[in-house]
């Protein structure tokens, strides 16, 4: 294999980003992928290989070449060079196919003949938005055969693809959570979907995380839920005291950071009667309210230290003092706490209290981490809006499904529901369509959403019509003119208009 110029490199790349877009469908995206490496380079089988985190085997997704027994033939962590590869998270170079004794030749038919005149340069594809440290989570495996090379050749191809395996590292993690959601059995999905407090979990660490809390729910011990705004924190609690053994007494909440100092220890304890001018009857505070029960306090670490003083001697001694009062009460209650600081002693909160009240942590993941969960979210809550509003809405389109799992979501679980409210609020068919979502959530050169002329709105809505129905037929333009309801020429002319390529929705 003759040395490549270092602007054919740059060029592919550029190549690869246009086609990983986010206005394209991520399946259809790595198959052009694998396409591109093999017409722009003496690069031979380049093929992907994603882990099953429900068989823990590595299936092939992708290759620019047939293979043997592609639906049957399968890696473990750790078995010939792709399992190496995987398991270890460092990519392998092989100077001489038939040399070594590892390689297994599992998924193509490559003859004895070939092996000794092949390289074979395999990657791992990390997770996204992850440091470069050890340990961190590997998604799959990026492989291809090449012409003998010198090593310094071969090792400048490595770095190459580990260059283009960071630059799938979204499409990859999404068709992972594609493959975790068609392997769900229905019975655990309507499950997760219809919990009474409407936690859904079907990412790895959202489970772990109600799993903890069911757990949790059958001790006594004090909780602190850790995260960022909007993650369900509240939920969580909800979660744990339904599972309690005091699930049929009181759940009472109180928003520490949304009251001055003195209503927030007047909330807390209580106030006798003739305690101060304007009270002129006992108001029992919210701990002694919640009596046998669980009192939920959010936002814990917005209280002020003379009141986390006075929330340390009530809970060691299980008794409480009214304000102005003479004669300690007796309480048994249940904290759960919640905070979005990671480290609030070190922002000052009292270190005994946090000690009592952390006595079991639960670390709740942003939205961002838990990505598998964002089209499960969605439609659960398009599913209660679509009620709430009495409208019938049975599905959100493959466009809009591409525009939310695109964004950011800073404010995560909460951000999403009033999107998904917004949406089922403007539809009025039964898809929610991407014109239906905010347009801070359009793709980027598409700021003016909202100033769109008459024709650039209809030409893009006719697209997405399109683009939706070609994704479920697959790329059949005659299915998809039954689903639109219209004739097979007019579908036709319209992707040719429109430059829509029927072949990117083959691959789902």
Known sequence: MSALPFDAYLETLRLLTIELGPQ????????????????RHAFLRPHLVIYDPETCTLRLCGAEATPMMSHHAV?????????????????????????NAVFQNRFFKRTAEEMRQLSFVSVPIMGVGEEPLEGQEVLGVLSLDL???????????????????????NQVSY????????????????TVASQPVGVVAISKTMRQVVTQAVQAGNSR??????????????????????????CHMPLLRLNCAAMEAEALEAELFGVQKDAMPQVVQTHKGILERANNGTVYLSAVHALPIAVQEKLLQALRSQEVLRLGGTQSVAIDVRLICSTEETNPVAQGFLGELYQHIAS???????????????????????????????????????????????????????E?????????????EDTIRACHLPPSLQLKGDADADVLSFTDAVERFEQELLVDALQRARG??????????????IINYKVKKLNIDPKKFTVR
């Open 416 to 428: 999403l529901k009033g999107c998904i409210e917004r949406a089922v609020s403007n539809c009025q």
């Open 476 to 489: 059949n333009m005659l299915e998809a003119s039954r689903l639109l309801n219209t004739s097979y020429r």
């Open 147 to 169: 012409p003998l090379a010198p090593h310094d050749e071969l090792e400048t191809v490595c770095r190459f693809l580990q260059v283009v395996a960071g630059l799938i590292g």
């Open 24 to 39: 394209h469908f991520f399946q259809a995206s790595l198959r052009s992928l694998l396409r591109i490496l093999a017409a």
């Open 221 to 246: 011990v004090s909780v602190l839920l850790k995260g960022e705004a909007g993650t369900g924190k509240e939920l969580l609690a909800e979660l744990i005291h339904t599972g309690s053994t005091r």
């Open 175 to 190: 068709m992972q959570q594609e493959m975790a959601r068609q392997s769900l059995p229905q019975t655990e999905a309507a």
């Open 75 to 99: 890696y473990e962590p750790g078995m010939g060079i792709t399992g190496q590869v995987f398991a270890k998270g460092r990519p392998v170079i092989v100077e001489r196919i038939s040399e």
């Open 360 to 414: 079991l942590t639960i670390n709740v993941p942003p939205l961002r981490e838990r990505r598998e969960d964002i089209v499960p979210l969605a439609e659960f809550f398009m599913q209660k809006a679509a009620l709430e509003q009495d409208k019938v809405i049975r599905r959100i389109s493959h466009p809009a499904i591409e525009l939310l799992m695109h964004y950011a979501w800073t404010g995560n679980a909460r």
